[in-house]
């Protein structure tokens, strides 16, 4: 399974178009799962743009080679070798025809063809179709495909592949067939095949235009009742795609299916999105509020994907953002407007915060460390390692500032002319680039360095006010500050930044804004200032009092912000500022200040105490009914110890985790009687009902039940936690109570109402593998103390007869959980969790090296921690970096120790 080849540096500067290009596939496949026989008869002919080549260098791996024929004649020169087929002096257009054999029962990589359940399932991006047969196996190589699939019957009743079902039938010796057609161009990494024992909800919907489609969620017959929510998701994507961008569905039927072995989320090939489980499958008794809107907005990502990545496509895998930051643009405004609307921007804000939470915790992390890449990355040594954080999400935060420059308008103009230009094409991210700018009259010239420039933008802020002449000057400077080395080298100047500021007054609300020049003040309160030098000031007129500012409304752009409030100011602003997002951010910068001053405090023995005034900024918060449920549950939410730990000059986990600890037992010793107001105020009786509202109302009546379990005496705490574990009829109060109880009993070395409640939970839901994957992370993640470290814990449940660490959810259920969600347990000073790593990565390695290079991550940013736990994680990834072989791992730490 691993690949031991000296690695190759593959760099954005050497792109260069492929000699071939291949216009027809044909695929015929005989499904059995140790011996599957595969016959690719393609079109083939130069490419006039490319150089000359004699030969046809073909990629394949892991194939027995069978036979080649061209143009209906045995073929002798072609040469099957390790990496793929040489086939030597071939004519200028042929048709090619080879037949080859392959293991799907054997690959636990899950890229190919492999078997999962006794079904047969697809994964080709990025460079999985290498694996199924020989092909030129880049998106820039697209082709129409026909494919015929044959299996035994019983075993493999359904045969669905790409496209349009052309013809099915049986065949002697109890096989069967069906006959498929993609009628659009796709490159290899868009194919797609499933056979097995699975059954369908099905839908009928009528398109924009009139036509009918079909729409089917395939899945194991157990898990028919679980798909409701997955349909009703690609409905409510279909209209919100039509009437937000003009885009209709395109083949006669669109197909998902759901598969429990996956290395990703979800896979948008061409008419049969292929899904891990955990992104459909949900009923109130199995998913939480969560995973109800994660399916919606991963079900929304991969069908936008069909225009967004299917239609047009990657001209090579440095622009691998062309398609996934802008989808993840549209999957983000998607759920957006499911919850809000265009115009509720209290129900959108919620949303946004919850993206940027995500960006800031791992993407920022990620430009800080060795795999600090831009947008648009310019090498890698295997492309596995680049679906990022910094492609996906920092990429889609680079998509929204040209809606944030032009408006939802000018952006949607942009949109036409993309596909107006470039439909059924494989293009690159200044194509995209020149469609948005020359849509809206515009030179993007500077802004390509938000593609190119790694590391995340300083923007520190000074200002000054003329009381005499009623003048505001905010002076705004750029820069990278202490960038990763791997950052720095990348950096060339100046960017294009959209700095959306307003002015509050002192009675909290929002003040006219007139730039010097203007002639009048608009009558908007937020203004996006186009910030494009290394340094540059603005000045507002006619400011009758001088404001506060409000900086970076709805985080218009991907930026640190350097403006030194006050403890005070943070306070107002976290009561009046009208942007909803700042008003969560100034919460969040007061509590990361004062945590961050604890935690100096805890690394050096000092007593810790918490002002009275950051109790009262929570109680206002806590106590205010006229802001949304989901709302406060946000802003009462402390950052995380990972994040707060990637502020320290010096990383200390168990610093961090004494003062984050020591603030939640103040607030709920402090307010608890609001907290049980708030907890008996937010019950949600009845059916379940998994809408926007229902869900913020759980959502802020289970994080008081998460505060309450920090009281002193937790008697109450674990009373009200296990009511409402033994009433619950929905997983999100389930699982949140079962949290509340292994939390509250952690001081005293464990409960029995926990591991009543744990034992009860397995017992319920031993055959629901996602739930159960629950039930590791609850207990990888639970606190742990000095008498019971939950690193035992975690190798005790390794053994347990549930445990498999073939399937990506539940190694990352336990392992990963452990590793980059409990901070404080993992970075233990006895290097435990470091030696636990280390052999969870070298035997993942030999299994499956994608998800294998997810967990080495973990260790990545190792030079930043204190000197004893350096050394730990040093010595681990030299352990690691002595026995890997696949490229996927060696990357990431080599990388690292570099």
Known sequence: MADTATPNVIRRADYAPPAFLIDTVALEFDLVPE?????NTMRVRRNPDASRAANLELMGEQLEFVGAALDGAPFANAHAHEHGLTLDNVPDNFELTLTSLCNPAENTTLSGLYVSGGNFFTQCEAEGFRRITYFLDRPDVMATFTVTLRANKADYPVLLSNGNLLEEGDLPDGRHFARWEDPFRKPSYLFALVAGKLVALEERVKSGSGKEKLLQVWVEPHDLDK????????????????????????LDRFMIVAVSDFNMGAMENKGLNIFNTKYVLANPETATDTDFANIEAVVGHEYFHNWTGNRVTCRDWFQLSLKEGLTVFRDQEFSADMAGGATDEAARATKRIEDVRVLRQMQFAEDAGPMAHPVRPESYVEINNFYTMTVYEKGSEVVRMYQTLFGRDGFRKGMDLYFKRHDGQAVTCDDFRHALADANGRDLAQFERWYSQAGTPRVSVRTRYDTAQQRYSMTLAQGYGEAAPAARETQKGPLLIPFAIGLIGKDGADLPLQLEGEAQAGKATTRVLEFTQTEQTFTFVNVAQEPLPSLLRNFSAPVIVEYDYSADQLAFLLAHDGDPFNRWEAGQRLATRELLTLAGRAATGVPLQLEDSVVAAFARVLTDESLSPSFRELALMLPSEAYLAEQMAESNPAAVHAARQFVRKRLANALRKDWLAVYEKHRTPGAYEATPEASGHRALKNLALSYLAELDDPAEAIRLASAQYDAANNMTDRSAALSALLNASAANGGSVQAQQALDDFYRRFEKEPLVIDKWFALQATQRGSAQRPVIEIVRKL??????????????????????AANPSQFHAEDGSGYAFWADQVIALDAINPQVAARLARSLELWRRFTPTLRDGMRAALEKVASQVKSRDVREIVEKALA
Do not use: Q, Y
């Open 798 to 819: 390794m053994a347990h007869p549930a445990f498999n660490l073939k399937n990506p959810n539940r190694a990352r259920s336990l392992i990963f959980s452990f590793c």
């Open 35 to 39: 011996r599957t026989v595969v016959r």
């Open 227 to 250: 798909t409701r929510h997955a349909m009703d998701s690609l409905i409510n994507s279909i209209r919100w795609d039509e009437a937000r961008f003009g885009l209709e569905l395109d």
